[in-house]
């Protein structure tokens, strides 16, 4: 996989403070498993955290919780084993547990407008963004938009060209809300992207923009 | 403060114990004991080193006490659980069980919904173990980063403390310092980069 385009270090930043909202999360640890050189920025950032984490005055401990702790450890459940090595398959792992196994293919996908299928995954309640996949059919040109709100979207498969680049797997858009572009998608075969973007109660995300005229959404 | 403490880091003798990187190195000893014999001692000497930081970390956040408390033993539960994991060439001993810590305080949220708790964010599977080289590598990579820490101008370091001890997101830090979300960025960006520099070019 050949990834031209990277996060932002703020959010690598926010990532490995923990700060990010899960639909975020997702998107950015998707990226992480398929991009080394954004996986080492993530530790390094982490490293920031540590040393200032280091820096912490202490706050004694009960007696009690720590023999408590203690008392716990024979009947506590040993993970001894490494997690099962990514399978290095057609979807990064946090996307492949959301989806529980289920290909791309073998989706409901729900048709927003010619030519665009989105699906909405599934967040925990404690979430406040939406993440969903968005399918946009190949030859497709977007109409000229912002975002108007916190996005971030990384690319699965297929490839959209706009005034920054070339879009395609492993690829990450994570611009500033005040960006305007046109992604227009390669000939060739579909663009499936992962999406995270603030609740629409918020901002009204930008395919919900665009096409409220046409379906309402 | 800050600036003062870590120049004297760095002016220490390499086996001084205060040395954080020393400090790590014998934490990473005591996890690898943990990990191969289930030893109760190194457990407990890793207990005594790191609840009462992970206790202050966790009221920092608001929680009670006893919550804290609670949360001190399932932090270090973990440590004794998933020992194995732990990976030095993925960060310090100290980070791994901050990482711990944070994670169970968002699963506590997570709980309260339906959905199972997700693996995200959780340490990878340990790779390969270390050869010398790169231990001193990450030795050196502590002092950079003590060094870029000291480095780094206040309104950057206010929003690294509010990101990696308050766990605000972005866009609450931006509204209580009643800052625009894009300086709150570039000021994260810049922060960053004082590590990168430091990093690139060790002293």
């Known amino acids: ?217 | 403060m800050t600036a003062v403490l870590a120049m004297s880091w760095n002016m220490l003798p390499k086996d001084n114990p205060a040395d954080p990187k020393t400090e790590d190195l014998a934490a990473q000893r005591l996890v690898q004991r943990v990990a191969r014999n289930l030893d109760r001692e190194a457990f407990a000497e890793l207990f005594d080193a790191f609840a009462p930081r992970v206790k202050t970390f966790i009221i920092r956040k608001g929680a009670s006490p006893d919550l804290a408390e609670d949360l001190v033993q399932e932090t270090m539960i973990n440590v004794w659980t998933k020992a194995g994991y732990y990976d030095p060439a993925k960060g310090s001993v100290l980070t791994w069980i901050f990482t711990i810590a944070r994670n169970l305080r968002i699963d506590r949220i997570r709980r309260e919904s339906s959905r199972p708790v997700s693996e995200l964010g959780d340490f990878d599977p340990p790779s390969e173990a270390p050869a010398g080289e790169e231990i001193l590598a990450r030795k050196d990579e502590a002092r950079s980063v003590a060094r870029a820490l000291s480095k780094i101008p206040p309104e950057q370091m206010e929003i690294l403390t509010l990101s990696f001890i308050e766990d605000l997101p972005q866009a609450e830090i931006a509204r209580r310092l009643n800052l625009p979300l894009g300086t709150v960025k570039s000021r994260m960006r810049l922060a960053y980069g004082h590590l990168r520099k430091n990093l690139e070019q060790p002293a």
């Open chain 1, 1 to 217: 996989m050949n990834i031209e385009h990277h996060l932002d270090a703020a959010t690598l930043v926010a990532y490995a403070a923990g700060t990010l909202d899960e639909a975020f999360n997702v998107v950015v640890a998707s990226h992480l498993d398929w991009c080394p050189a954004c996986a080492e920025e993530a530790r390094r950032a982490a490293l920031l955290g540590g040393e200032l984490i280091g820096k912490l005055a202490a706050t004694p401990v009960s007696d009690e919780c720590r023999s408590r702790t203690l008392g716990m450890l024979d009947t506590a459940t040993l993970h001894r084993f490494p997690k099962a090595p990514s399978s290095g398959g057609e979807l990064p792992e946090a996307l492949e547990y959301l989806l529980k196994g289920k290909s791309l293919a073998e989706l409901s996908w729900k048709r927003k407008a010619p030519g665009l299928a989105l699906y909405d995954l599934p967040l925990s309640e404690a979430s406040s963004g939406k993440l969903f996949l968005m399918r946009i059919a190949p030859g497709t040109a977007m109409p000229e938009h912002g975002h108007g709100g916190e996005e971030i979207t990384l690319i699965l498969s297929g490839a959209y060209n706009d005034r920054f680049g070339r879009y395609a797997r492993g690829d990450v858009a994570d611009l500033d809300e005040s960006i305007e572009h046109q992604p227009i998608v390669e000939k060739d075969s579909a663009c499936i992207c992962l999406v995270a973007t603030e609740a629409p109660t918020r901002f009204k995300s930008w395919p919900a923009r665009l096409l409220q005229p046409l379906i309402g959404i």
